[in-house]
T-cell receptor, first 119, second 114 residues
C-alpha cells in the first residue's frame, strides 16, 4: 500500500541544535501538509504546499522554522535553533487536490510522525 | 474563524457496547466537510468517516456512524459493537470555504474495556 514516509521516527536533541525532519509524500500527490501535535495545543497546521509551492505557513514561527519542498518526492521541516518548547510530534500528510483548495473530496494520508524531544 | 470543540477528554466503554463521542463546531460557511480521525497508540492518523455538509443523510462506515445536526453544528460519532482495537484518540476535524487545511478538535481518548 502507498504511504507517507517520515524520518526520523524519534529525535532527541539539545537546545540550540538544528533539527531536520523529512517527509516523502505518496507518489502523485500534489499537496503536502505539516502539523504539530502537543497535549496542550492539539494538532496545529504549520505549513502546506501545493505543487511544491508554499500556500500557507502562517502557523509556523518564522524566526526558527522553515519548510521546503526541494522536489516532488521530498518535503523538509527544519528548526534552527531548536528550543525545549518545540518538543512535540510532527506529522506530515499528503493528498491529491484537484481544485484550488482542499475540500475534503480527496483523502488525506498521514505519516507516522516524528517525535521530537529538545532537552 | 472556524473552531472545533470536543468536550469529552476521556471516555470508556465495555467491549461490544455502543459509545457516542461528541463534537461541535463553529463556522459561517455553508459548504464544508467534517471528519473523524482515529489515532491509536501507534500514532498513525486514520480516517474513520467523512460527512459533506450539503448531504442530509448521515454517513456510515460499518460499525461507525455519525449524527450530523447542521443547525446545531453538532457532529457526533457512534461506535457500535465496540472492539478492543477501537481503543485510541479520536479527533473531530473540519474544513470549509476557501480554507485549505483541516482544523482539529483536541481529541477524545477512548478506552474499550474487556
Amino acid at each position: 500500500d502507498a504511504r507517507v514516509t517520515q524520518t526520523p521516527r524519534h529525535k532527541v536533541t539539545e537546545m540550540g541544535q538544528e533539527v531536520t525532519m523529512r517527509c516523502q509524500p505518496i507518489l502523485g500527490h500534489n499537496t503536502v501538509f505539516w502539523y504539530r501535535q502537543t497535549m496542550m495545543q492539539g494538532l496545529e497546521l504549520l505549513a502546506y504546499f501545493r505543487n511544491r509551492a508554499p500556500l500557507d505557513d502562517s502557523g509556523m514561527p518564522k524566526d526558527r522554522f522553515s519548510a521546503e519542498m526541494p522536489d516532488a518526492t521530498l518535503a523538509t521541516l527544519k528548526i534552527q535553533p531548536s528550543e525545549p518548547r518545540d518538543s512535540a510530534v510532527y506529522f506530515c500528510a499528503s493528498g491529491l487536490v484537484d481544485r484550488a483548495d482542499f475540500k475534503g473530496n480527496e483523502k488525506l494520508f498521514f505519516g507516522s510522525g516524528t517525535q521530537l524531544s529538545v532537552l | 474563524a472556524q473552531t472545533v470543540t470536543q468536550s469529552q477528554p476521556e471516555m470508556s466503554v465495555q467491549e461490544a457496547e455502543t459509545v457516542t463521542l461528541s463534537c461541535t463546531y463553529d463556522t459561517s460557511e455553508s459548504n464544508y466537510y467534517l471528519f473523524w480521525y482515529k489515532q491509536p497508540p501507534s500514532r498513525q492518523m486514520i480516517l474513520v468517516i467523512r460527512q459533506e455538509a450539503y448531504k442530509q443523510q448521515n454517513a456510515t462506515e460499518n460499525r461507525f456512524s455519525v449524527n450530523f445536526q447542521k443547525a446545531a453544528k453538532s457532529f457526533s460519532l457512534k461506535i457500535s459493537d465496540s472492539q478492543l482495537g477501537d481503543t485510541a484518540m479520536y479527533f473531530c476535524a473540519f474544513i470549509g470555504g476557501s480554507q485549505g487545511n483541516l482544523i482539529f478538535g483536541k481529541g477524545t481518548k477512548l478506552s474499550v474495556k474487556p
